[in-house]
């Protein structure tokens, strides 16, 4: 059969995610399988079993990432690389993330069982920590793989109970011995929900992203004085829970201020001690900015920074600052990008050219390969949410696409 012909197995797709979203199952639909739990554990136990059946050259590295190589005819090119991330938000979605890896194992299932030989090495790969949720912040594994972290620095993040990530790391045994360090690649395919409205609302099957938005982290720790609520008068409070409620009002005017393409957003908070009848003294909350272009986000964070140091100063609630994490946009080999397009039309998938608001390791990969990726739809818009949805002929169609952008690329000479 001609490889412009080969489709994946819609069927054996849906299989495997169906297996995977049972691990870390939540009662509202969604999964929690938190970077480094138990549950991630169990669902990299179960990718590494399949990998395996495909007799892949199997390697972890130092940072947990896992890899599944496909020999090519010329070992001694660099591969095509594709891959996205198990672990999932604390309440998120079946889809997020493990579609970027089930996707490319079906490819891989695909070629296996049709013993196509591909020119170049095929590399899938499941990246630790995408989503900096339990340990801040996201995309902290393939960071370190394309060098712009470093992994003492990420060694020694923790999460809300004080775990160290290297500890856990350890602990569900996936800190194996090859250094995390990235090697030469042809190209990256990324494949993933859009997690946003837009190709619902056009009326598209396959998004193909120009590019991701840059990402920008910060961490606010304020200091106030704990009191009886009753007998303090209002006059002369520091109340850093009411310091904070004022700086996150002034981040969620930010866009409307700074104009552009910008999100901004306070997600988590802490407050303690967070009695109803004590004045809280401790709250740390963060911040994420998001823009195409990486000068306004910066531009935004001075501007609101300075408010925040008068907010403080007025409210007599000291102010510790992290700029924790800063990704830059990342304008993806428009080459490749076309490479989506065309691909989706000669598959009969009306297709769109966009722009992705959400982080992904492509982020990364594209500081050192060609990248690109392939989005498609989020019923409703949704993510990072239980109710996060893809149909299953989106999923497969896409995975389509994710075959022949592979195939095209790992026959390049
Ligand atoms: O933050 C993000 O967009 C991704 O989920 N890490
Ligand atoms: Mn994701
Ligand atoms: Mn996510």
Same mark, same amino acid.
């Given at each position: 059969?001609?490889?412009?012909?080969?489709?994946?197995?819609?069927?054996?797709?849906?299989?495997?995610?169906?297996?995977?979203?049972?691990?870390?199952?939540?009662?509202? !639909?969604?999964?929690?399988?938190?970077?480094?739990?138990?549950?991630?554990?169990?669902? %990299?136990?179960?990718?590494?079993?399949?990998?395996?059946?495909?007799?892949?050259?199997?390697?972890?590295?130092?940072?947990?990432?896992?890899?599944?190589?496909?020999?090519?005819?010329?070992?001694?090119?660099?591969?095509?690389?594709?891959?996205?991330?198990?672990?999932?938000?604390?309440? !998120?979605?079946?889809?997020? !993330?493990?579609?970027?890896?089930?996707?490319?194992?079906?490819?891989?299932?695909?070629?296996?069982?049709?013993?196509?030989?591909?020119?170049?090495?095929?590399?899938?790969?499941?990246?630790?920590?995408?989503?900096?949720?339990?340990?801040?912040?996201?995309?902290?594994?393939?960071?370190?793989?394309?060098?712009?972290?470093?992994?003492? @620095?990420?060694?020694?993040?923790?999460?809300?109970?004080?775990? %160290?990530?290297?500890?856990?790391?350890?602990?569900?045994?996936?800190?194996?011995?090859?250094?995390? %360090?990235?090697?030469?690649?042809?190209?990256?395919?990324?494949?993933?929900?859009?997690?946003?409205?837009?190709?619902?609302?056009?009326?598209?099957?396959?998004?193909?992203?120009?590019?991701?938005?840059?990402?920008?982290?910060?961490?606010?720790?304020?200091?106030?004085?704990?009191?009886?609520? !009753?007998?303090?008068?209002?006059?002369?409070?520091?109340?850093?829970?009411?310091?904070?409620?004022?700086?996150?009002?002034?981040?969620?005017?930010?866009?409307?201020?700074?104009?552009?393409?910008?999100?901004?957003?306070?997600?988590?908070?802490?407050?303690?001690?967070?009695?109803?009848?004590?004045?809280?003294?401790?709250?740390?909350?963060?911040?994420?900015?998001?823009?195409?272009?990486?000068?306004?986000?910066?531009?935004?964070?001075?501007?609101?920074?300075?408010?925040?140091?008068?907010?403080?100063?007025?409210?007599?609630?000291?102010?510790?600052?992290?700029?924790?994490?800063?990704?830059?946009?990342?304008?993806?080999?428009? %080459?490749?990008?076309?490479?989506?397009?065309?691909?989706?039309?000669?598959?009969?998938?009306?297709?769109?050219?966009?722009?992705?608001?959400?982080?992904?390791?492509?982020?990364?990969?594209?500081?050192?390969?060609?990248?690109?990726?392939?989005?498609?739809?989020?019923?409703?818009?949704?993510?990072?949410?239980?109710?996060?949805?893809?149909? @299953?002929?989106?999923?497969?169609?896409?995975?389509?696409?994710?075959?022949?952008?592979?195939?095209?690329?790992?026959?390049?000479?």
């Amino acid at each position: 059969m001609e490889t412009k012909d080969l489709r994946i197995s819609g069927s054996r797709l849906r299989k495997s995610l169906e297996e995977m979203a049972a691990i870390g199952a939540t009662p509202g !639909g969604g999964v929690q399988r938190l970077t480094l739990s138990d549950e991630d554990k169990v669902a %990299r136990d179960l990718f590494v079993k399949w990998l395996r059946e495909l007799d892949l050259d199997v390697t972890i590295d130092d940072m947990g990432n896992i890899f599944g190589r496909r020999a090519g005819a010329d070992n001694r090119l660099a591969p095509v690389m594709s891959g996205s991330h198990i672990d999932s938000q604390p309440k !998120g979605g079946r889809f997020d !993330g493990i579609l970027g890896v089930m996707g490319p194992l079906e490819v891989l299932r695909t070629l296996h069982e049709n013993k196509v030989e591909t020119h170049r090495p095929i590399d899938i790969v499941d990246w630790t920590n995408e989503e900096g949720s339990r340990f801040a912040p996201a995309m902290v594994a393939s960071g370190v793989w394309a060098g712009a972290l470093e992994k003492e @620095w990420a060694y020694n993040r923790t999460d809300i109970n004080g775990k %160290r990530f290297e500890d856990e790391l350890i602990r569900i045994g996936y800190k194996g011995e090859i250094p995390c %360090r990235q090697h030469p690649l042809h190209a990256y395919f990324e494949y993933h929900i859009e997690q946003g409205p837009i190709l619902e609302r056009k009326g598209k099957l396959i998004g193909a992203p120009k590019g991701i938005l840059c990402l920008h982290w910060y961490d606010i720790y304020l200091e106030g004085t704990a009191n009886q609520v !009753g007998p303090t008068p209002m006059k002369g409070r520091n109340d850093a829970l009411c310091a904070a409620a004022e700086m996150i009002l002034k981040v969620n005017q930010l866009p409307t201020k700074m104009g552009g393409d910008m999100v901004a957003t306070v997600g988590e908070i802490q407050n303690y001690p967070n009695s109803r009848n004590i004045i809280p003294d401790k709250v740390h909350f963060t911040v994420d900015i998001r823009s195409w272009d990486d000068d306004l986000a910066i531009a935004a964070w001075e501007d609101v920074r300075k408010a925040f140091e008068e907010i403080a100063g007025q409210r007599g609630c000291p102010i510790r600052i992290e700029e924790t994490w800063r990704v830059a946009h990342s304008p993806f080999d428009e %080459r490749l990008v076309q490479r989506v397009l065309q691909s989706a039309e000669n598959l009969g998938y009306p297709a769109l050219h966009m722009v992705s608001g959400a982080g992904h390791d492509a982020s990364y990969m594209n500081q050192i390969t060609s990248t690109a990726m392939i989005f498609v739809p989020s019923i409703g818009g949704r993510s990072h949410v239980e109710v996060e949805n893809t149909t @299953w002929e989106d999923c497969e169609a896409g995975a389509n696409v994710l075959l022949q952008c592979m195939l095209a690329s790992a026959n390049e000479k």
